[in-house]
């Protein structure tokens, strides 16, 4: 008796932006967790629904929370871990941090309480 190998199958991309339009977060969310979409097949669809002019809002915040970075950089700190910064700065201004805020789930736009003491520098959502 012949052992029958078990097709893997996966989604494009196209199919997770439908997916995504018919049903929500949820669906791409269970399609990530099974197996069948890839991150990479993600975030073309990401991409192809943002440059068509689509809402991709709640899509754009899952991706960074269960995604990451990419391929591109560090993954982004998570609550309570430390991390090491280099100062950088350019011609025009003085030494400066660039500080990913998303572990404080802060997005583009929002208001972030900034306090500069002696030693430290704390940040918090406002």
């Known amino acids: 008796m012949a052992k029958q190998r078990k097709k893997r199958s ?5 199919d997770i932006q439908i997916a995504y ?9 269970k399609l990530h967790k099974e197996g069948q979409a890839s991150n990479i097949t ?3 669809a990401f991409s192809n629904l943002k440059e068509g002019g689509r809402e991709v809002a709640t ?17 982004a ?9 280099r100062a ?13 805020l998303g572990a404080l789930q802060i997005d583009k736009g929002e208001v972030v309480s900034v306090m500069f003491q002696k030693d430290q520098i704390i940040v918090k959502k406002v």
């Open 10 to 14: 996966t989604v494009s991309f196209k």
């Open 88 to 100: 950088q700065q350019i011609k025009t201004s003085g030494p400066f941090l660039r500080l990913p």
């Open 42 to 44: 993600i975030r073309r």
């Open 21 to 29: 339009l018919m049903d929500g977060i949820n669906s791409i969310a």
């Open 77 to 85: 700190p998570s609550a309570g871990q430390e991390r090491v910064y």
């Open 59 to 75: 899509l754009e915040k899952w991706i960074r929370e269960n995604l990451g970075t990419g391929v591109r950089g560090r993954t």
